[in-house]
């Protein structure tokens, strides 16, 4: 009943910048945390970035610093801007949201499909 869609993965080289966003649609109240996770080829998925509806946010220590993300509640929209990225930031970056389920009538933890991003020269 709630879709995640993310856009803004791609190839860049070390030091560049993306920007991912992630629109959820569907049957939602609400929307408490959004976040980024990423998973890397043999890892575990990660934390990358997460913000509550107070606008809260929290980051990895990894990409504290380069990193920022920003959430716009009136289009149910998370963004990652991604600047100085590193080779290390090279995974399937998926998103996530933990909302209101109007059609269910409680609280549920959504995925999206995941977007490629590749950071290499």
């Known amino acids: 009943q709630v879709q995640l869609v993310e856009s803004g993965g791609g190839l860049v080289q070390p030091g560049g910048s993306l920007r991912l966003s992630c629109a959820a649609s569907g049957s939602i109240f609400s929307i408490n945390v959004m976040g980024w996770y990423r998973q890397a080829p043999g890892k575990q998925r990660e934390l990358v970035a997460a913000?509550?509806?107070?606008?809260?946010?929290n980051y990895a220590d990894s990409v504290k610093g380069r990193f920022t993300i920003s959430r716009d509640d009136a289009r149910n929209t998370v963004y990652l801007q991604m600047n100085s990225l590193k080779p290390e930031d090279t995974a399937v970056y998926y998103c996530n949201a933990d909302l209101f389920d109007s059609y269910y009538g409680t609280l549920r933890d959504y995925w999206g499909q995941g977007t490629q991003v590749t950071v290499s020269s």
């Open positions: 913000i509550t509806s107070g606008g809260s946010t």
